[in-house]
C-alpha cells in the first residue's frame, strides 16, 4: 500500500479522534475523571500525540511512521475500551460507555491503519 492511501487512512482516523472527544464531551464523560478541565488537558495531548506522526510524516521523517503505531493502538484501544465499558455500565452518560458511538469506526480505523503501518515495514 502506498503512503497516500496510510495518510488517508491516518486523516479519517484524525476526524473521528476529534468527533469522539465531542461526543464524550456531550455525553459527560469528562465526569469519569472529575472535571471537563482535567480531561480537556489530556484529551488535548492525546490530539496533540496524534497529530505529531502525521506532521513527521508529510516532512519525510521515518520516526513519524513508528510514532503512528501509538496513535493507532490509541484508536484501537479505544474502540474496544468503550465497547466493553457500555457493555460493564449499559449506560452512555458520565461512563466509560460515553463515546460508543465514534469509538467503534475510530478502532475499526485505527486496526486499518495498524494493518497499514505493519504491512509498509515487512
Not at 19 to 42: D, M
Not at 90 to 98: E, M, N, P
Request: charged share 10%; net charge neutral; proline share 2%.
Amino acid at each position: 500500500m502506498s503512503d497516500n492511501h496510510l495518510l488517508i487512512l491516518y486523516l479519517i482516523m484524525l476526524f473521528l479522534q476529534t468527533v469522539h472527544i465531542f461526543e464524550e464531551i456531550g455525553f459527560k464523560a469528562y465526569e469519569v475523571v472529575g472535571s471537563l478541565n482535567k480531561y480537556l488537558f489530556v484529551a488535548s495531548f492525546l490530539v496533540f500525540a496524534s497529530y505529531l506522526p502525521l506532521v513527521l510524516i508529510l516532512l519525510d521523517i521515518r520516526a513519524g511512521y513508528f510514532l503512528a503505531f501509538f496513535g493507532a493502538i490509541l484508536a484501537l484501544g479505544n474502540g474496544i475500551v468503550h465497547i466493553l465499558g457500555y457493555i460493564k455500565t449499559k449506560s452512555f452518560r458520565g461512563t466509560v460507555g460515553a463515546g460508543v458511538f465514534s469509538g467503534i469506526p475510530l478502532g475499526v480505523i485505527g486496526g486499518m491503519v495498524l494493518i497499514n503501518l505493519i504491512s509498509i515495514f515487512q
